[in-house]
C-alpha cells in the first residue's frame, strides 16, 4: 500500500529528528506539513492549504487555526499543531471554539506525532469531545492506514467518512472500557458476574475476593483462546503439510483466490450480518469474477466482484437478477452499495 510505505517513511523521519526540534514552528514545518502533503494536498497553493486560518469568535476577532484545508472553497478540515513535546488533552478546547465557528465537518489536533481527528456526531456543528480517530503516526497498524486513506484529497467523501466515523469511535471507545475493567475491574463489573456465581450476600469482603477472581478469570480466558488460536493454527499447518506431501503433483487450476477479494467479501459479510448470519454468505471464485452468493445458492447473487483487471468492478443485482457492472476505485468503495447490497438480499429472502 503506498499510503503505508509514505506514512512509514514519515515516521521513520520523525524518529531521526524529534530531538532536534525545540518549536511548534518547527514541528509544524518538520512533521505535520508533510503529513498534509502525504494526503495530497499541495502545501504551496494558498486556495487549497490555508495557514493561519481567520476564525474569529464572535466579539473576539483575529482568533486563527493553524491551517484549514479547502475543496471547492469549502474548508474541508482545520488543523490545530503542537509541539511534539506537548500532551495533547490540554488543547482540545481550542480546536472545540475553531471548529464551531467554520462550516467544516472535520478538526485535527496533532504534534506531528499523535494525531486526533474529530467530527460532530453527537450535536450539528458542535465538534465531539473525544476523537474517533487516534493514532500514533510512529505505530501505525494496516488498518488505521485504511481509515487515514479516507481523508486523501483522491478519496475525500465527506458522508462516507461521517458514517463510518460512529462507528470508529464507539468501537474505540468500548475497547477502551473492556481494556480498563480487564486491568482494573469496577464495583459494578465484579457485581455482575459475583452476583451470578455467589449465592450469599455480597459483602465487603466477598467483594474485594471477587475483584481478584474477575480480574483472574478474565485474564485466564484471554490467555487460552490466544493459545487455541495457536494450537489451531499450528494444526491446520501440519495437515496442510501433510495432504501436499500426498498428493501427486497436478496441474495448477487458472481460479486463484486474492487477499484482496477476500477483504472484500468481508467488507460485505459486515454490511449484511446485521440481517442474517454470516455462514448464510458464502463466496465463489471463478475466472471471470469473485462471487458472493446466498445459501451457497447460484440463482440468489448478492454481488460479483471484478478485481483482477486494471479497472475494478462491483457487480450489482436488480429485481430481475441482472447484473449491473458500476466501477470502483478500491474495495473501500463497498460501502457505497450497502442499500443495493441490503435491497437484493430482501428481495430473496421473501421468495
Given at each position: 500500500?503506498?499510503l503505508?510505505s509514505?506514512?512509514?517513511g514519515?515516521?521513520?523521519?520523525?524518529?531521526q529528528?524529534?530531538?532536534?526540534?525545540?518549536?511548534?514552528?518547527?514541528?509544524?514545518?518538520?512533521?505535520t506539513?508533510p503529513?498534509?502533503?502525504?494526503l495530497?494536498?499541495?502545501?504551496?497553493?494558498?486556495?487549497?492549504?490555508?495557514?493561519?486560518f481567520t476564525?474569529?469568535?464572535?466579539?473576539k476577532?483575529?482568533?486563527?487555526?493553524d491551517y484549514a484545508?479547502?475543496?471547492n472553497?469549502?474548508p474541508?478540515?482545520?488543523i490545530?499543531?503542537?509541539?511534539?513535546k506537548?500532551?495533547?488533552d490540554v488543547h482540545?478546547?481550542?480546536?472545540?471554539?475553531?471548529?464551531?465557528v467554520?462550516?467544516t465537518?472535520?478538526?485535527?489536533?496533532?504534534?506531528?506525532?499523535?494525531?486526533?481527528?474529530?467530527?460532530?456526531?453527537?450535536a450539528?456543528?458542535?465538534?465531539?469531545?473525544?476523537p474517533?480517530?487516534?493514532?500514533?503516526?510512529?505505530?501505525l497498524?494496516?488498518?488505521?492506514?485504511?481509515?487515514?486513506?479516507?481523508?486523501?484529497?483522491?478519496k475525500?467523501?465527506?458522508?462516507?467518512?461521517?458514517?463510518?466515523?460512529s462507528?470508529?469511535?464507539y468501537t474505540?471507545e468500548?475497547?477502551?472500557?473492556i481494556?480498563r475493567?480487564?486491568?482494573?475491574?469496577?464495583q459494578?463489573f465484579?457485581k455482575?458476574f459475583?452476583?451470578k456465581?455467589?449465592?450469599?450476600?455480597?459483602?465487603?469482603?466477598?467483594?474485594?475476593?471477587?475483584?481478584?477472581?474477575v480480574?483472574k478469570?478474565?485474564n485466564?480466558?484471554i490467555?487460552e483462546r490466544?493459545?487455541?488460536?495457536l494450537?489451531s493454527?499450528?494444526?491446520?499447518?501440519e495437515?496442510?503439510?501433510?495432504?501436499?506431501?500426498?498428493?501427486?503433483?497436478?496441474?495448477?487450476t487458472?481460479?486463484?483466490?486474492?487477499d484482496?477479494?477476500?477483504?472484500?467479501?468481508?467488507?460485505?459479510?459486515?454490511?449484511?450480518?446485521?440481517?442474517?448470519?454470516?455462514?448464510?454468505?458464502?463466496?465463489?471464485?471463478?475466472?471471470?469474477?469473485f462471487?458472493?452468493?446466498?445459501?451457497?445458492?447460484n440463482?440468489?447473487?448478492?454481488?460479483?466482484?471484478h478485481?483482477?483487471?486494471?479497472?475494478?468492478y462491483?457487480?450489482?443485482?436488480?429485481?430481475?437478477k441482472?447484473?449491473?457492472?458500476?466501477?470502483i476505485e478500491?474495495?473501500?468503495?463497498?460501502?457505497?452499495?450497502?442499500?443495493?447490497?441490503?435491497n437484493?438480499?430482501?428481495l430473496?429472502?421473501?421468495?
Open positions: 500500500m503506498e503505508y509514505q506514512l512509514k514519515l515516521a521513520d523521519k520523525i524518529e529528528l524529534k530531538d532536534k526540534i525545540d518549536t511548534e514552528e518547527s514541528t509544524k514545518h518538520a512533521f506539513l503529513f498534509i502533503n502525504i495530497g494536498y499541495d502545501t504551496f497553493n494558498p486556495t487549497e492549504v490555508v495557514p493561519e476564525a474569529d469568535l464572535g466579539l476577532k483575529g482568533e486563527k487555526v484545508i479547502f475543496q472553497n469549502v474541508i478540515l482545520i490545530e499543531c503542537k509541539n511534539w506537548q500532551n495533547l482540545n478546547s481550542q480546536l472545540f471554539r475553531y471548529f464551531h467554520t462550516k465537518r472535520f478538526a485535527l489536533l496533532t504534534n506531528g506525532i499523535q494525531y486526533r481527528f474529530y467530527t460532530d456526531l453527537e450539528t456543528n458542535k465538534m465531539d469531545e473525544k474517533f480517530l487516534e493514532f500514533d503516526i510512529t505505530k497498524k494496516e488498518s488505521t492506514v485504511r481509515e487515514i486513506e479516507k481523508f486523501h484529497k483522491s475525500f467523501d465527506i458522508s462516507l467518512i461521517v458514517d463510518n466515523a462507528n470508529l469511535k474505540r468500548i475497547k477502551s472500557l481494556d475493567e480487564i486491568t482494573e475491574p469496577s459494578d465484579v455482575l459475583a452476583s456465581a455467589y449465592n450469599g450476600r455480597l459483602t465487603a469482603k466477598v467483594m474485594e475476593e471477587f475483584t481478584e477472581i480480574s478469570a478474565f485466564q480466558i490467555s490466544v493459545s487455541d488460536r494450537n493454527a499450528l494444526n491446520k499447518e495437515e496442510k503439510q501433510q495432504a501436499e506431501d500426498q498428493i501427486v503433483e497436478q496441474p495448477k487458472k481460479v486463484e483466490t486474492t484482496e477479494e477476500i477483504e472484500a467479501y468481508q467488507i460485505v459479510v459486515a454490511i449484511l450480518r446485521r440481517k442474517i448470519g454470516k455462514d448464510r454468505i458464502v463466496h465463489r471464485d471463478t475466472q471471470s469474477y462471487g458472493i452468493l446466498l445459501d451457497d445458492n440463482r440468489k447473487p448478492i454481488c460479483r466482484l478485481l483482477n483487471g486494471s479497472t475494478k462491483i457487480g450489482l443485482f436488480d429485481q430481475d441482472k447484473e449491473n457492472k458500476v466501477k478500491t474495495i473501500d468503495d463497498i460501502y457505497r452499495y450497502e442499500k443495493n447490497l441490503l437484493t438480499l430482501k430473496y429472502d421473501s421468495e
